[in-house]
């Protein structure tokens, strides 16, 4: 298993375009975070999964932010409407069940909004 | 408010010893993480304290106060490779999930 992979790896488009973007965890991990972070910013939790289930969503997410991880293995993450404050980092990370157990960090999708 | 607190940046010298800082103060505690990050990668998972004390990995050392909402990163015998940001996060609470991130403090290694 060579860890968390995310694709794209660079995205630009156009304001109010749609982007989706993949994440696959690490194959045991049951537990998968999305995260967005700026320069200089440490992460923002935007939302978690266990297995297929959604079980937090930061207030903070607007309605167009969606994520669904159907079959419990991978993870999308979908911005509608993009706008020019949506351009950061956007990080998945996966764990195993535990409240002390590290989370892996895929390298990102960084976004571009123009 | 949730709110944690670290140093923006900090410079050390190599082979020297470096402390960060990190003041929190959440509506729970569950749980403080360090993670280091390079620039332009991804978080790496350095410690994690649940318990007041000092838990010790090589050359980095991690020690937590609940009762004062302080821990620190201690890196000893700096080498180049060390340059990079440093992450505090917390979870602040039994089944909640999401961790609480300080922005980083930026360390810079000096020959």
């Known amino acids: 298993d060579t860890g968390v992979s995310q694709d794209p790896r660079h995205k630009i488009t156009k304001r109010g375009q749609n982007v989706t973007f993949r994440c696959d965890p690490i194959?045991?991990?049951?537990?998968l975070y999305w995260y967005r972070q700026t320069l200089g910013q440490g992460p923002e939790f935007l939302t978690y999964?266990?297995?297929?289930?959604?079980?937090?969503k930061s207030r903070l997410l607007s309605d167009r932010f969606s994520a669904e991880r159907p079959k419990g293995s991978f993870s999308t993450l979908e911005i509608q409407r993009t706008e020019q404050g949506d351009s950061a980092m956007y990080l998945c990370a996966s764990s195993l069940p535990g409240g002390g157990t590290e989370a892996f960090f895929g390298q990102g999708t960084r976004l571009t909004v123009v | 408010g949730q709110n944690i607190d670290q140093p923006t940046e900090m410079t050390a010298t190599e082979g020297a010893i470096v402390q960060i800082n990190c003041t929190y103060q959440t509506s729970g505690f569950n749980g403080l993480f360090w993670y280091q990050q390079h620039a332009g990668e991804a978080p790496t998972f350095l410690s994690y304290n649940v318990l007041d004390g000092l838990e010790e990995k090589g050359r980095f050392s991690s020690f937590l106060s609940r009762s004062k909402g302080y821990s620190y990163l201690l890196l000893k015998e700096l080498q180049m490779k060390d340059s990079a940001s440093y992450l505090c996060?917390?979870?602040?609470?039994?089944?909640?999930?999401?961790?609480?991130w300080g922005a980083g403090t930026k360390l810079i290694i000096k020959p």
């Open positions: 999964f266990q297995n297929e289930a959604q079980l937090e």
């Open positions: 996060a917390v979870r602040d609470g039994e089944g909640n999930y999401q961790l609480i």
């Open positions: 194959s045991e991990h049951n537990r």
